[in-house]
């Protein structure tokens, strides 16, 4: 093999910052071996790159082995090393079926690859494995088979436990693991049959034998109430437990904002009728609004609790809510990003107490446009926790009762209204999609069994949420655009061709057509959706349009928000949770 000298090395500067000693870069290697039309030990690689330094050998050493163990490189069993490309082999994530077969999604991306029933002995749901494509099943799938499993993703699993001819097993509550964990007779720590525990694996899966495990928690009897909780808890590993430090952390705070914090520049809004509109089952507030005619418009304020004010880079709290990434709601419960010291206190937006904020201020046109906008720190003061059903009952149904209990508020709430109409034409304007399909709720009944589930519908005081935290977060997205700060866009990209082909074969059975040619846009979506709201199978329609769509995600390019219709949209708010269309948010 001929010589490629490191100074070639289209990575060496990065190489050179990250290592005191640095050698060839990972690409460099896999360039290397790309090329050659064989296996080739290390001694031939090192060769190769001009590596003679005992040190520079030894981090040779270990990084062909990490490369192998991340699938980048495979080692036969003369120690020879091979790129993964060139031994068509797909390195990627497990998704296992009920039914006992799965599927290998490629880190690479493209089509899945198929993996039967025996492939899937020696693996798990989620595992990140190597496998060598050996041909097409007889469905047309690309079919493979394990080469090695680079990372098992399970280490405990949570399930009942059962026994039969004296063999103890675990069957695990996720139904993409169809393995049954053995559980020997020792290490069965007194779980009774069909009780619900935790096991952890000692053995993981071969292709001739089953997962080992040893029960280390019994949670209860199946069924019993509050264990479907207790169940994802553990299934997802969720952290639902405080550490001494972040408990010693949150109680140096008071339960109300301290007069010293007050101050420092923050403008002081508490005169200002902001209110919150949440679900009549929300804990915690977010975000309220205010709004005030002008006369060229309207101004807007979209207020939300100023976390930062509290949970300080790199604290206990701050590395908490890292590990956390975002609160987790259950139906009548929730696992907190912060503390409830800060989640439902000084970090929700409660009537009548006074709260650090973070202010968008903004300008809108009588059409419903945004003009301009200004961020500050404030202090604010909720004057009332009002509920989508409230709002909706005062604006849109004209509820004498409740238009008298908040009649001081009324005036605010009417203009509110004025400028979500004015903003929904613009909205309507420029094409944005939405669909408005049903939610569902569950009620509990005695000993939190599921009483029954009851659909929950969209209305104007919803929607007029929603419009305005859409502003909000357009406007903070161009004030990032405009001051030139690295950002995380929510991006929605626009449907493949795959998909649009698929879903125009649907629409023609139908009788129906989408416009906009091959690269339709958000309008041509909206429009269609107008046109089948008088039709009976308007439902399944939308259904299929929905999923011809992409989902959106964070990214630090912008593409802009196909659903949304705009060209830079980011998150200052929440993420809207009570919007259907999740790639909407």
């Known amino acids: 093999m001929s010589k490629k000298s490191p100074e070639k090395d289209k990575f060496a500067e990065r190489e050179a910052q990250k290592y005191a000693n640095p050698i060839t870069s990972r690409e460099g290697i896999l360039e290397l071996l790309e090329a050659c039309d064989r296996p080739q030990n290390m001694r031939a690689i090192s060769e190769a790159l001009g ?3 005992d040190q520079d050998l030894e981090a040779l050493r270990r990084r062909l082995r990490a490369m192998e163990r991340d699938g980048q490189l495979v080692r036969n069993r003369r120690d020879g090393y091979a790129a993964a490309s060139r031994m068509d082999l797909i390195r990627g994530r497990v998704i296992g079926h009920p039914d006992g077969f799965g599927f290998v999604v490629s880190d690479e991306g493209g089509d899945d690859t198929f993996l039967s029933a025996r492939q899937m002995h020696a693996v798990m749901h989620g595992d990140r494995v190597l496998v060598r494509v050996i041909g097409m099943d007889r469905r047309g799938r690309r079919e ?12 405990e699993i949570v399930g009942r436990f059962f026994q039969e001819s004296g063999v103890g097993f675990v069957e695990s509550s996720n139904k993409r693991i169809t393995h049954e964990i053995v559980i020997p007779a020792e290490k069965q720590g007194g779980a009774q049959t069909g009780q619900i525990v935790v096991a952890t694996i000692l053995e993981q899966p071969t292709r001739r034998s089953q997962p080992v495990g040893q029960i280390t928690e019994v949670l209860g009897d199946h069924m019993a109430p509050g264990m479907e909780m207790e169940i994802a808890l553990r299934t997802h590993e969720l952290p639902n437990l405080w550490s001494r430090e972040a408990e010693a952390e949150a109680a140096t705070f008071g339960s109300e904002v301290p007069e010293s914090a007050k ?3 923050r403008e002081d809004i508490r005169e200002l009728p902001l209110v919150t509109i949440d679900g009549d089952d929300s804990r915690d507030f977010d975000d309220a609004v205010y709004c005030k005619k002008v006369s060229n418009g309207w101004k807007l304020m979209v207020a939300i609790a100023d976390v930062s004010a509290y ?4 604290t206990v709290l701050d590395q908490e809510a890292w590990l956390r990434g975002n609160s987790v709601y259950f139906p009548e419960n929730v696992i907190p990003m912060l503390p409830e010291i800060l989640s439902n206190h000084l970090c929700s937006l409660n009537p009548d107490v006074d709260r650090l904020c973070m202010v968008c201020e903004m300008s809108i046109t009588p059409a419903g446009k945004l003009r301009s906008y200004r961020f500050f720190e404030g202090v604010m003061r909720s004057h009332a926790r009002l509920t989508y059903s409230k709002v909706a009952a005062m ?10 209990e908040y009649e001081s508020l009324m005036p605010h709430l009417n203009e509110l209204y004025s400028l979500y109409h004015a903003m929904r034409k613009a909205r309507s304007k420029r094409g944005a999609i939405e669909f408005d399909r049903a939610e569902t709720r569950i009620v509990f009944g005695e000993g939190r069994k599921i009483e029954q589930i009851v659909p929950t519908v969209r209305n104007d005081a919803h929607r007029l949420i929603e419009e305005f935290m859409i502003c909000a977060n357009v ?4 004030f990032f655009e405009e001051h030139d700060f690295p950002m995380l866009y929510r991006i929605h990209q626009n449907p493949t061709e795959e998909k649009l082909t698929d879903l125009k074969l649907f629409l023609a059975e139908m009788g129906l057509q989408l416009g906009g040619g091959s690269e ?5 979506y909206a429009k269609l959706l107008n046109e089948v709201q008088v039709r009976d199978d308007r439902h399944l329609i939308e259904t299929v349009l929905l999923r011809s769509m992409s989902q959106a995600v964070y990214s630090p390019e912008n593409i802009g928000h ?3 219709a705009l060209e830079a949209y980011t998150h200052f708010t929440s993420p809207i949770c009570w919007c259907i269309a999740v790639f909407v948010i």
């Open 51 to 53: 590596l003679v330094e």
């Open 144 to 155: 493979g088979a394990l080469v090695e499993v680079l990372e098992h993703a399970h280490h």
């Open 263 to 265: 101050g420092g520049g």
């Open 311 to 314: 949970v300080k880079p790199d």
């Open 395 to 404: 604006l849109v149904d004209n509820d004498a009762d409740l238009c008298r």
């Open 475 to 478: 406007a903070t997205a161009k």
């Open 520 to 524: 339709p846009s958000a309008k041509d």
């Open 562 to 564: 196909f659903g949304l």
